[in-house]
């Protein structure tokens, strides 16, 4: 993420990864304020065995475009809101990228599904963790229908 | 895509996939008119042997987010802009999904990048595409640099 | 609706409904977490009886679309307000439906409007309720004639 | 609807409405330019037998909700796109009614789908209609397979 | 106003009349719970000696401009904010009217500035109001001056 | 208006000024580039006997505000589109004035609105002029009237 | 800046200012209250020895265009944040200016980088400020990098 | 700038430089595509004697931002409309920075002031470039002047 104050929205990306027991690193990499290291780090992800980046910023939130333009694994980019426009700038900022280098963009603030589109895409290539993917998606449906039981009327 | 009008803005995402030696199949799965057949195609996908799907989709646009509730694969959602509002209610409809459900959103109009985020999703598990990734960035450089001398001055 | 933490704002359309002694059923069948059982509850919803269905979504809103898609019924769509973007991405994702497909939408929040508007549908072939609803649109008068009252100076 | 020049979009509806072989009459009654004949037209709406009206209007777009205000029968509106900001100030006049007065919207232009509505809240109380809306939906569905088929790689 | 609930913005309104002791009536003529009284306060407003009107409404405001168009009185519109959008709807249902019937718009929960804008109209014609304003407006200097003493540095 | 680029739309104001016989001036004062002149086009319009005035500016558009500013007289502002954002910036950067100065804002481009708008605030205090604007009205009624009839059916 | 209400803003641009030992001026100069100083104090703002000029305004936010449009120098506009439209009106209002008559624009309440760029101005002709400027961005990186130490995992 | 097709804009920002005689050099400097040159050539344009950048990109704009990152150089960005959203994405990507590294940004597509503004922070230290700014705003107001004259009736 690009600044501590993004931790609050992105520690919930972590969470969903240690549901699904997927290992990860979490690390503040600023596109402003380390632009240096932000480059080598995304440069050097590969190398070092990452399969996909999450990248969480907000406003003018170059981040997760930066660091796709310089791995070639898929970067997931979270719009972490500010204080002002309710994180519409910190979307279209991630996810009106050029043709070229795409950001896989989630809703504002939707860190957690960040955690969950990693986990799809590992999953993908892995039988196991596709059947977890199913499992948790019949779990959020029992959970849905045990609300509706209670609403129901 | 969920409608034969989308074809000229998805068919820039077979053409990555092309350019890349990526095997795909393209069709036409309205979420609206043909729910039914949208549900079992996204239900049936994986074991079927797909690895992502990409979905574009314009207006109330509910067929990425539709299928990506009935499959555990990774789904890449392109904003198909309409005749008014930009794309913009293409883009809120795909990228707002509820926490459990992803959908990889990339910018209004970008399928060309869908597929090369797809690509990507593939190459996290295959280091001849990621070879091929990297040197598909280096080329974007090499043009970018080119035309760069050619504006210099 | 599509989640129980939509029930404080569909409440009020039950509440419209038991007004006028309109009987109803209320339900959570989440779009996105249980689409099989949304797809099934929408497609049995004319031969079960039902008239008008009543729809309540936030963010990328599909509930409302997808039912109308398998059902002749008319819909009627709620756009709930979440955290970010004041409801403006549930209402675009509700009301922008493609044509052949369309969603009765109303105003954000306005879940008491979509059970008077069900309210209307119903009435246009019950002479009663027309009445009762003419005669609830008196009342709203008198109410606003008497805060008029207290404020005229 | 509230000018001729709102009728290329809204013979739409027209052409909806008699595809199904529903009755409909079409008139100009301009909230701004007709006031007093407006309010009578939709306060005698009723007695002279209508079930639904339509209205579409444009910008400051006042005909559909001052009609729904007058008539207790369910009133459709369809935002007309003007010249400037796409549409979005007719959808938002339209759509944002007060709580007690609902306006059933439509997506920005889509006239058709207003018929298409009309019909369906007709439907709820004609089993006839009901079958012809399902079989149209049938039919909405085999176009888009036939679509799939000649696109389909 | 169209409600009781926007006293506490239009009594600022009042106010500013009162502080140029401009006479004045304040009233609740809603455009959706009262459209007959509304109408006939409007036809009426010129034969009983008003010389402007001002009218707040919020969401789809359809009061200024249904006043607008029974009176050749300015109509002065104030958009109320409402619960969600920020009053953009509001600004944008007031402010956006036809060719034909003009709203003189204000800003969004601008009462004061409606109040302000009635005397400017009404001055026009008035030496001595206009001298009034033009000290008024040397107030706001004075006291604009005042708060940069105070904080200069 | 502040550039001869406004005139298209800013000459439909005069025109409406010269249907009711009410002479005006037009004249470029550019609050940009003539800031100077601007302040003392404005300071000096009530004492040359001006009663309205009338300031069209596109994008960041400061000139019926400054003129405000300058003058007790009522000052309408006209927000002229440019090429981008269809009016939007114009219509905020007009209508979003600070408590104490006041403008009158008709919708994006509407310089027609603006003319008749300002034929009312002098119609206020003319009763000859206001029936010619009660009977404009009338006309723009049997025109929509006559439009009706030929679409009727 | 406009109003004594923006200092709570403005006053962080002070305190960049006296990180960097940079002399200034602070003062409440209005465009809409006091525009014949405004005008003044921009017009001698140049011979008075003064290099840049730092302007707040928020809604119709006329300061820093205008100050621009009298003198030479750079003005740089910091869009506050009113209670309504989260600043993007204010944000409009200063960014879109004309062909001639550029303002240098920060983000939404952002005084604090207008004291930095105001800094990054004076440093282009200055090697000391120069360095410090430098200084201070490595600063910001080693608290960035600080942050990162404490959160990685 | 980021690419060859945003010339047609930026080549304006050019010609404003040649109006006033400064000295510059234009390149293609693409963020995404050409990240470590970017970095590079942001990182060097210092010790290069460079005083100003201006930084043209569309859509996710981040080579103002990343620019401004690099170097303590003021860097202008100009936001470059694309195809779709009107260039409200450029503007927000290059505006909304965060904290400790500003961008100086002009309006949608405004090379020609982004030239401009470089003129006046360059002139902040030169009298004789102050005084062609001065004679070149006399120049405008010349314009306009000479417009209104042909147009004052």
């Known amino acids: 993420m690009g600044s ?11 969470a ?3 549901e699904f027991e ?3 690193e979490a690390d503040v990499v600023s596109a402003h304020r380390m632009p240096h290291e932000m480059i080598e780090y995304g440069s050097r992800a590969e190398e070092r065995g ?3 980046i999450i990248a969480g910023a907000g ?3 170059h981040l997760p475009g930066m660091l796709a333009s310089v791995t070639p694994l898929p970067v997931i980019g979270v719009p972490v809101p500010l204080k ?37 895409m ?4 892995d039988a196991d963790l596709r059947r977890r993917m199913a499992r948790f ?8 229908q045990a609300k509706g039981e209670r609403l129901r009327r």
């Open 84 to 120: 002002y426009l309710d994180g519409l700038d910190s979307l279209l900022s991630i996810v009106q990228m050029p043709a070229g280098v795409p950001v896989a963009t989630v809703a504002v603030g939707a860190a957690r599904n960040a955690g969950l589109l990693a986990v799809r």
């Open 4 to 14: 501590d104050s993004d931790w609050p929205f992105m520690k919930e990306a972590a």
């Open 50 to 52: 990452l399969k996909v």
């Open 137 to 144: 998606q019949e779990d959020l449906k029992a959970q849905a």
């Open 22 to 24: 997927v290992g990860y």
């Open 59 to 61: 406003g003018a939130a």
């Open 122 to 125: 590992l999953a993908a290539h």
């Open 16 to 18: 969903a990864l240690e």
